[in-house]
């Protein structure tokens, strides 16, 4: 199985991602309408943020209309936007905040990984974001983000 997997010391920031996602997803170049949110602390650190496709997806189980699947043999966790009421169950279920709602099109967003091939890894600039096999994904990363925010932390702290 494959995911997507990010380095936060490569990330500069720059939003491309949310960019090229948007474009894929709506023809447009227009951030707010990505499936994709990089979130920035002042200068430390920027990361981008996207659905998680958790092993029990809240968001499915919340759904009333079972619109929401999380695929066997992928495991991505999906919409069916034939089946959406828009009632926005799944956004208010999901704990960490990553799927949307599209007003213009009245159902729930969120990331699916391009149907396995995430057009924001194509274009990251620094290759921090990349789909890789799950198992290639290393302790070590989550360990450099997790220094990172221990290092933002103890600044803020200081002050």
């Given at each position: 199985m ?5 380095n936060p ?10 960019l090229v996602?948007?474009?894929?997803h709506?023809r447009?170049f227009?951030p707010?309408r990505?499936?994709?949110q990089v979130?920035?602390?002042?200068e430390l650190?920027?990361f981008?943020?996207?659905c ?7 968001c499915a189980?919340?759904?009333p209309?079972r619109a929401?699947s999380?695929s ?6 999906k919409i069916?936007k034939?089946?959406c009421?828009?009632?926005?169950m799944c956004?208010m ?7 949307g709602?599209s007003?213009?099109?009245?159902v729930?967003?969120?990331c699916?990984w391009c149907?396995g ?10 290759q921090a974001l990349?789909?890789?096999d799950?198992?290639?994904v290393s302790?070590d ?19």
């Amino acid at each position: 199985m494959k995911v997507i997997a990010f380095n936060p010391e490569k990330c500069v920031g720059c939003r491309l991602c949310e960019l090229v996602c948007s474009l894929k997803h709506t023809r447009e170049f227009n951030p707010i309408r990505s499936r994709i949110q990089v979130v920035g602390f002042e200068e430390l650190f920027s990361f981008p943020i996207m659905c998680f496709q958790c092993e029990k997806p809240f968001c499915a189980e919340a759904c009333p209309t079972r619109a929401i699947s999380k695929s066997r043999t992928t495991g991505v966790v999906k919409i069916s936007k034939n089946r959406c009421i828009g009632c926005q169950m799944c956004t208010m279920a999901c704990p960490f905040g990553n799927i949307g709602f599209s007003n213009i099109e009245k159902v729930a967003v969120k990331c699916e990984w391009c149907d396995g091939e995430p057009e924001c890894t194509l274009f990251c600039p620094t290759q921090a974001l990349e789909w890789k096999d799950l198992a290639s994904v290393s302790i070590d990363k989550k360990r450099s983000l997790l220094e990172k925010l221990k290092g933002g932390y103890d600044g803020l702290r200081q002050i």
